[in-house]
């Protein structure tokens, strides 16, 4: 190896080091990875920790970003108004024919109330404390009834509004509502596929279910009155982004005074209500924007060295084809998930993946969206799946192994369309292109 490589290699080990040696030590992911670009920047680059105040006004400082804890807001402002409540009566009244029809129905409340959120953790909890009481009364097992619960959180990530494409799209620098629009017919394909996942559960473990509650066809169309106070709310926030009307911050405040709304008519707005989803919104949005500016640091701090660019030309270099390729990025991403938390691994990869998917000629807003499909698998695989912690907290009693092991039946409907995307692009790509 030459005098250069080699040197590049030390100091790549030498920042990589610094972060392996604070996260071993306890040290929060986002302070482990600024410690190891401040090596970089004080050693390789001579620049002093001053570059650290002034990148972060640059990046945090950011318009887009403020749509995060607006929908955040949006979201537990819902969940306080009684609204999760009534998506569930309402789907389960509409689909409750179906093999499995409440699980079904929660997988349905769960993809609506996400779209109004846009967070993972926010919907399983939420419906963790509001419908897994609900079904287990009724005689649902838990195996069913928690893996439907936890599985229906990870459509928040993909169905906009997403926190997480948010975050991508404020790092790459691509348009919020083009991701958006990308995201939403693979997340209602993919709530299709957990909704088939527990008709078979159903009709291969009928003992998991109870006998079906028979409702009258007045009733039943009492379902759609009941979920349309949450429709009307993301049809407005989506439709006013989609048509260009609004940006997704504006469209976000929108929706918060919406929720706040809904909350007045509904009897449950309060000033103890508005303050714990204030609340909700910081804390979501202070574990988010250091992450960003701190990876933005570290990305810095390697296409300055040229790491970056030295792997990208590796990567690109291998005789595996640039599917090949990218199924390796995809098993890297799976093998972290278990180690990681999402959002982290999103992130710190960006800045070694986008030079690799530039040279391959991957669609950047199709790969958002495919890495947020193979990061929901990291939100409900142990041992730092959100989803499983999210759901333990608010329901104790069962343990990280149950409900990581109620999720795994539900894994192949992810694999499959990552299979689907990855064939048919178009899926991700056709809706972005024929709105804008």
Not at 150 to 171: D, N, Q
Not at 264 to 275: A, D, F, G, Q
Not at 290 to 314: D, H, Q, R, S
């Amino acid at each position: 190896m030459s005098e250069a490589g080699m040197s590049l290699g030390v100091q790549a080990l030498i920042i990589f080091g610094t972060m392996l040696l604070f996260l071993l030590l306890g040290a929060e992911i986002f302070a482990a990875i600024g410690l190891g670009a401040l090596v970089g920047l004080m050693l390789f680059i001579n620049q002093g920790p001053d570059h650290f105040a002034r990148s972060m006004w640059n990046w945090v400082n950011s318009f887009t970003l403020t749509a995060v804890p607006l929908f955040i807001f949006m979201g537990a402002m819902l969940a306080h108004s009684g609204v999760i409540r009534l998506l569930f009566r309402g789907a389960d009244k509409i689909i409750n024919f179906l093999p499995g029809g409440m699980a079904a129905s929660s997988l349905v409340a769960s993809g609506i109330f996400g779209a109004i959120s846009g967070s993972s953790i926010a919907s399983v909890a939420a419906f963790g404390t509001s419908v897994l009481p609900e079904m287990e009364r009724l005689g649902y097992k838990p195996s069913i009834a928690i893996g439907s619960v936890v599985m229906g959180g990870t459509l928040s990530v993909l169905i906009p509004p997403s926190v997480i494409l948010i975050a991508y799209g404020a790092y790459m620098g691509l348009s919020i509502p083009r991701l958006f629009a990308a995201g939403l017919i693979p997340g209602i394909i993919l709530m299709l596929l957990y909704i088939i996942t527990v008709v078979i559960i159903a009709k291969v473990r009928p003992d998991l279910c109870p006998p079906k509650i028979k409702y009258s066809i007045k009733e039943k169309l009492g379902g759609f009155i009941d979920i349309a106070p949450a429709l009307f709310i993301l049809t407005v926030t989506l439709g006013s982004i989609f048509a260009g009307i609004m940006t997704p911050t504006e469209a976000a405040a929108l929706g918060g005074f919406l929720s706040m709304l809904l909350a007045l008519v509904s009897r449950t707005l309060n000033l103890t209500n508005v303050k714990e989803s204030a609340l909700t919104a910081v804390k979501v949005a202070a574990m988010l924007m250091p992450l960003i500016f701190i990876v933005k640091i570290m990305g810095y701090v390697f296409n300055y060295l040229g790491t970056t660019e030295a792997l990208a030309a590796f990567m690109a270099g291998l005789p595996l084809g640039k599917y090949g390729i990218l199924f390796v990025i995809f098993f890297i991403y799976i093998l972290l998930g278990f180690i990681m938390e999402g959002i982290s691994i999103m992130m710190l990869s960006l800045a070694f993946v986008a030079p690799i998917l530039t040279m391959l000629g991957f669609n950047f807003i199709w790969f958002g969206v495919i890495m947020v499909v193979v990061n929901e698998l990291g939100l409900v695989t142990p041992p730092f799946g959100l989803n499983l912690f999210a759901l333990h907290a608010v329901v104790p009693k069962y343990s990280i192994f149950t409900i990581a092991w109620a999720a795994v039946p539900f894994y192949p409907a992810v694999l499959i369309l990552l299979t689907l995307l990855v064939a048919f692009p178009k899926i991700v790509l056709w809706l972005p292109y024929l709105l804008f």
